[in-house]
């Protein structure tokens, strides 16, 4: 390795330390992150490395993933699946990590607060609560059926006269 290979590798390496440092990455995101300064064998050699001391590993950070989401934000399968590919992930790990998925209960979840928050003043009508709740869950990637019973759970849970 040359001289100004060396510092290229140096450089790039700490690159990717700092990008990794503030959350997990999946490979292509620090593939991509990398590459847009350095050759593609420096950032080969970067990835060895990282791969090498446990940095980078794309089940780990698929499983974290979904986890995070299923607490902070719940999301669907569908869109799960949306955000994984876009972060690289491979589509084996994806099916891997959104195997078992309770996408009922995230949907609850999900849909919960709006809900409580819509039908507060109690002059929400059924049809309008609905629409909108089927438009909110649907957005967030889950899929029809559940979100069907979902939107049907909450009116029963939260309507007038239940809340």
Do not use: C
């Amino acid at each position: 390795m040359e001289a100004s290979e060396s510092d290229d590798y140096a450089r790039a390496l700490q690159v990717a330390l700092r990008y990794v440092s503030f959350r997990q990455r999946s490979v292509t995101e620090v593939r991509r992150r990398v590459g847009k300064e350095f050759s593609q064998p420096v950032v080969e050699q970067v990835l060895a490395s990282l791969n090498r001391y446990g940095y980078l590993d794309d089940e780990d950070f698929a499983r974290r993933w979904r986890d995070n989401r299923e607490r902070r934000k719940p999301r669907g399968a569908f869109a799960l699946r949306r955000e994984l590919r876009a972060k690289g992930v491979a589509n084996s790990i994806i099916d891997a990590t959104l195997e078992g998925l309770d996408e009922a209960d995230g949907a609850y979840r999900a849909g919960e607060r709006r809900a409580q928050r819509w039908l507060e003043r109690g002059d929400m009508p059924h049809g309008t609560f609905r629409r909108k709740m089927w438009d909110y869950l649907r957005r967030r990637g889950f899929a029809s059926g559940v979100t069907r019973d979902t939107v049907a759970r909450l009116w029963q849970d939260y309507g007038p006269g239940n809340g």
